[in-house]
């Protein structure tokens, strides 16, 4: 029986999906009739929602893939093309926060929220063209940040590659329109949103013992936002949606901020 939905039929693979926003987008790709591949580091997760999808009767598989591993790109990749003929759909959403001031960080912290944050998107960026060719086109959504829009202290590394992940897209949007590929590439830029990338801050300890306590740590943030409140992940999630399905078929080589006014 053939799916309906605002993504009916098309292939998506999401990275970062054990969690947050990556989680939450590929639950709704499923709602709207994608067949989707859940990936994460932790490969057992996603395999709890990849079946969670598969109970409401929509196509799911799951698989470890860690985004900084050139070989695991191409073996994920290539079990997509042997599951379902190829890829249209690319969600690079997978990523870490990090704080450190600058003189405190050592090269391997950079190099770590780099090889994450930014090469992990350069190597789905890579891997998934060809096999968006094999298929005639494709989407590609990348993750950057608010924080790659306005700098914050203390989060170089973290501003540094989300700043460099929106540029990165508008020069592949470039590359494949010049190629005729198809293929159209634009990034989402989250504001505040309600996930675990939060609480795993070494300084929310410190944030939540200052105001008293995790929800009053919550709060003190929203109250920085003019709609003041965090996003759900569902709300960035709509936002990709809209990337990935047809609606958006003019739309390359642009940004979607979401972020309750932060930015304005
Ligand atoms: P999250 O911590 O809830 O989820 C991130 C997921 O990425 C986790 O499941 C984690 O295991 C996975 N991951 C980490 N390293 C990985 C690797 N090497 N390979 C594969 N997976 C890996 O975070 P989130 O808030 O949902 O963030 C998702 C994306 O949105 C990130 O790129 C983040 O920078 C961006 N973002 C988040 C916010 C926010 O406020 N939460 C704001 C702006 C941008």
Same mark, same amino acid.
Do not use: H
């Given at each position: 029986?053939?799916?309906?939905?605002? @993504?009916?039929?098309?292939?998506?693979?999401?990275?970062?999906?054990?969690?947050?926003?990556?989680?939450?987008?590929? +639950?709704?790709?499923?709602?709207?009739?994608?067949?989707?591949?859940?990936?994460?580091?932790?490969?057992?997760?996603?395999?709890?929602? *990849?079946?969670?999808?598969?109970?409401?009767?929509?196509?799911?598989?799951?698989?470890?893939?860690?985004?900084?591993?050139?070989?695991?790109?191409?073996?994920?990749?290539?079990?997509?093309?042997?599951?379902?003929?190829?890829?249209?759909?690319?969600?690079?959403?997978?990523?870490?926060?990090?704080?450190?001031?600058?003189?405190?960080?050592?090269?391997?912290?950079?190099?770590?929220?780099?090889?994450?944050?930014?090469?992990? =998107?350069?190597?789905?960026?890579?891997?998934?063209? !060809?096999?968006?060719?094999?298929?005639?086109?494709?989407?590609?959504?990348?993750?950057?940040?608010?924080?790659?829009?306005?700098?914050?202290?203390?989060?170089?590394?973290?501003?540094?590659?989300?700043?460099?992940?929106?540029?990165?897209? +508008?020069?592949?949007?470039?590359?494949?329109?010049?190629?005729?590929?198809?293929?159209?590439?634009?990034? =989402? @830029? !989250?504001?505040?949103?309600?996930? !675990?990338?939060?609480?795993?801050?070494?300084?929310?300890?410190?944030?939540?013992?200052?105001?008293?306590?995790?929800? +009053?740590?919550?709060?003190?943030?929203? *109250?920085?936002?003019?709609?003041?409140?965090?996003? +759900? !992940?569902?709300? =960035?999630?709509?936002?990709?949606?809209?990337?990935?399905?047809?609606?958006?078929?003019?739309?390359?080589?642009?940004?979607?901020?979401?972020?309750?006014?932060?930015?304005?």
């Amino acid at each position: 029986m053939s799916k309906s939905g605002r @993504v009916a039929g098309k292939i998506a693979l999401v990275t970062g999906a054990a969690s947050g926003i990556g989680k939450a987008t590929a +639950q709704l790709l499923a709602k709207e009739g994608a067949k989707v591949a859940l990936t994460d580091l932790d490969g057992e997760k996603v395999a709890t929602t *990849a079946k969670e999808i598969a109970d409401t009767e929509n196509e799911a598989i799951a698989f470890a893939l860690d985004v900084t591993s050139a070989a695991a790109w191409e073996s994920g990749i290539e079990k997509i093309c042997q599951t379902w003929n190829c890829l249209d759909i690319l969600v690079n959403n997978a990523g870490i926060s990090f704080a450190k001031p600058v003189t405190e960080m050592s090269l391997t912290e950079w190099r770590q929220v780099i090889a994450i944050n930014l090469d992990g =998107v350069f190597l789905g960026t890579k891997s998934a063209i !060809p096999a968006m060719r094999k298929t005639g086109g494709g989407s590609i959504i990348n993750l950057s940040s608010a924080s790659g829009i306005k700098a914050s202290a203390n989060a170089s590394a973290y501003c540094a590659s989300k700043a460099a992940v929106r540029l990165f897209s +508008q020069a592949i949007a470039l590359e494949c329109a010049q190629n005729n590929d198809n293929i159209r590439v634009n990034t =989402v @830029v !989250p504001g505040a949103v309600a996930t !675990p990338m939060w609480k795993n801050q070494a300084w929310w300890a410190d944030l939540e013992a200052k105001v008293g306590g995790e929800s +009053q740590a919550w709060e003190s943030i929203a *109250a920085t936002i003019p709609l003041k409140r965090f996003a +759900q !992940p569902e709300e =960035v999630g709509l936002a990709i949606l809209y990337l990935a399905s047809d609606e958006s078929s003019y739309v390359t080589g642009a940004e979607i901020v979401i972020d309750g006014g932060y930015l304005a």
